[in-house]
Structure formats: C-alpha cells, structure tokens
C-alpha cells in the first residue's frame, strides 16, 4: 500500500532556520551570498530596477533576531535581499540594472519558491526521523519536486 502527500508549507521559522534554508535553495541557483561590509548603504542607480515578493503564510519569529535580520546573495549582476517585513513575514527584494521589472519578478519568485521547497524538505525530514520512519528513497525531478519513499517503523 502506497500514499502520495503533497506538502505545501505554512512557513514559521526563527530567523536562523530560515537562513538555513535560504543557503540551501540559493547554491541550487547560482546565487551566493553577498560579502557585508559594515550596515547597507548603497544609491540605486538611476537604471536598478526593483521587484519585491512576499512570501504567502509565513510568518518569521521575533526573539534575539529583529525586524532588521536580512540576507543578501548575487548573481549575474542581480541583487536579492531577504528580510523579515514589520508584520514578520519572509520579504525578498530583487534588483538589478538591465533587467525588467518581471524579470526580476520572475527570478524572484523563483528564489522565493526554492525557500519554501528547502524548508519543507528540511521540516519533514526532520519530522520523519522524529517518528523513526525510514527514508527509503529520495530523488528531485526534471521539475524540481522532490520525492521521498519512507517506511514506517
């Protein structure tokens, strides 16, 4: 006998879980995080163009880490910063010269997608060795789902 569950996740997290997930879900697409120097102040350029995505139920704790917590990683010239909104949801800026305002939206989205699949990925499998259930076989498919076989007990 065999289940298939689809996991959609509500994400509520402390700022470092969802850094942990960040890290994972940027090396799967290029970006890498960016070198901070000190706090950031930084003009756009006339030509940077913008894009920002909230991430829909999630909800990211306050405790030792505020409303300021952010992350930025690069790539190709685009700038994403990651950071907790003042009603404590997971925000993401995209910006970058060159690129149109869907563009950025897109890869935004994009990035944004990938948090979510890697905390999710990261709860459950956390959540199944909890139970003491067998991870039998995992593998990521041509369109990025990941599929896992456990058993129980």
């Not at 994400?11 to 879980?17: M, T, Y």
Request: hydrophobic share 40%.
């Amino acid at each position: 006998m065999s289940t298939v569950l689809v996991v959609t996740p509500i994400v509520v997290a402390s700022w470092p879980l969802m850094s942990a997930a960040i890290t994972a879900a940027i090396g799967t697409m290029g970006f890498a995080a960016a070198q901070n120097k000190g706090p950031r102040v930084r003009q756009l350029a006339s030509t940077t163009t913008r894009a920002e995505i909230e991430l829909e139920d999630s909800e990211i704790l306050a405790g030792s880490a505020g409303s300021g917590e952010q992350m930025v990683v690069e790539r190709d010239g685009i700038r994403a910063i990651f950071s907790r909104d003042a009603r404590g949801a997971l925000k993401l800026c995209v910006e970058g010269n060159g690129h149109s305002k869907s563009e950025l939206k897109r890869i935004g989205e994009a990035l944004v997608g990938r948090v979510a699949q890697q905390y999710a990925y990261h709860r459950l499998v956390s959540e199944l060795k909890e139970r003491q259930m067998t991870i039998l076989d995992q593998r990521v498919g041509e369109d990025q789902a990941i599929h896992i076989r456990v058993r129980s007990g």
